[in-house]
């Protein structure tokens, strides 16, 4: 596929830098060149040479979205928005490419979470997110990709404990919620896959593999792969935020199944290599 047939929402967020480097000739938006909240800013776009939107968009502010404002943002960028997509997926037949969250689910299952598991969002964020990707299964051509944890050019949990590595700040860091790590490297690979693969379409998790981990434990391993010979002290998660009003409730598993993606031909690199590699980029940066 051409990448200059592929247009990128949010392509200055996370995830958008990284598929914009996979695709240099994608056409980009930031959410001042194309508001996708906006169904004049949406009917005013070119769209006679888009064959694949990349929604890379949304309103990620977990705790933010608990407030009054944050909430309208989130509704609008994560739900709304995602229903003017699929329009205009629709109507030009084009194919349209959208994340789903960890967050769709409680977090209550034992073991990994597969895609067709039912949801059962917390948090107000959650909830606009699980309703956006409802609407985004109504476009005729889709792959919505559920991620977790993600880590990329942007503020992320990697770069806030490398950042208090470096300060020789000792982190207390909940231990009773686990994942794995997703590098929108590897995220970005995973969503080329799909373009240029094909597989049926649908719903597909994607992560990093490798052993899941709570977020001391990767809190631990940074610390070890940096070089900062500090203490990780382990908090539960209740503990953690009954300080903390007004945050939003998180899942304790956040697990995902990658059987089906990798029954396509796509094994996802184990998030250790990558952490390596984020690392070793963020130390020299
Ligand atoms: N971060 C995680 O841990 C995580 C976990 C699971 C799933 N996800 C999902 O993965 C996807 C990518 O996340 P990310 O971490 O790359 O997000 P991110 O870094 O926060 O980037 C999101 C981008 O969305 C853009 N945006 C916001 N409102 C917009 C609007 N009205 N119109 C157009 N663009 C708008 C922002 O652009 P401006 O900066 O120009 O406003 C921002 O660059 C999202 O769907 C997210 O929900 C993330």
Do not use: C
Not at 39 to 55: C, K, T, Y
Not at 112 to 118: A, R, V
Not at 141 to 156: L, P, S
């Amino acid at each position: 596929m051409e990448g200059s047939k592929i247009l990128i929402t949010g392509a200055n967020g996370q995830l958008g830098r990284a598929l914009a480097k996979i695709y240099p000739k994608a056409i980009k938006a930031d959410s001042a060149e194309l508001d996708i909240t906006s169904p004049e800013a949406l009917r005013n776009f070119d769209w006679s040479s888009v064959e694949i939107i990349i929604n890379a968009s949304a309103y990620t502010d977990v705790d933010g979205a608990e407030t009054p404002e944050g909430e309208k943002l989130a509704w609008a960028v994560n739900d709304r928005a995602v229903g003017n997509l699929v329009d205009i997926a629709n109507r030009n037949n084009l194919l349209l490419i959208h994340i789903a969250t960890d967050y769709d689910f409680d977090g209550t299952k034992n073991g990994s979470y597969k895609e067709d598991d039912p949801v059962n969002p917390l948090s107000k964020y959650a909830k606009s997110k699980s309703e956006g990707s409802k609407k985004a299964s109504q476009a005729a051509k889709k792959y919505i990709i559920r991620t977790a944890w993600v880590i990329g050019d942007g503020k992320n949990f990697v770069r806030t404990m490398l950042d208090l590595g470096k300060r020789g700040v000792a982190p207390t860091v909940v231990a009773d919620q686990i994942g794995r790590p997703t590098f929108t490297t590897e995220l970005a690979k995973g969503i080329k896959f799909l373009i240029d693969n094909k597989p049926p379409y649908g719903i597909y998790n994607i992560t990093n593999e490798g052993d899941p981990v709570s977020w001391a434990d990767l809190t631990r391993e940074i610390f070890k792969q940096a070089g900062y010979d500090l203490k990780v002290i382990n908090t539960a998660t209740k503990e953690y935020f009954a300080s903390k009003p007004g945050v939003a409730p998180r899942p304790l598993n956040s697990v995902l199944d990658l059987a089906k993606i990798e029954a396509t031909g796509f094994t996802p690199r184990d998030w250790r290599e990558d952490l390596r590699e984020y690392i070793k980029k963020e130390i020299s940066r």
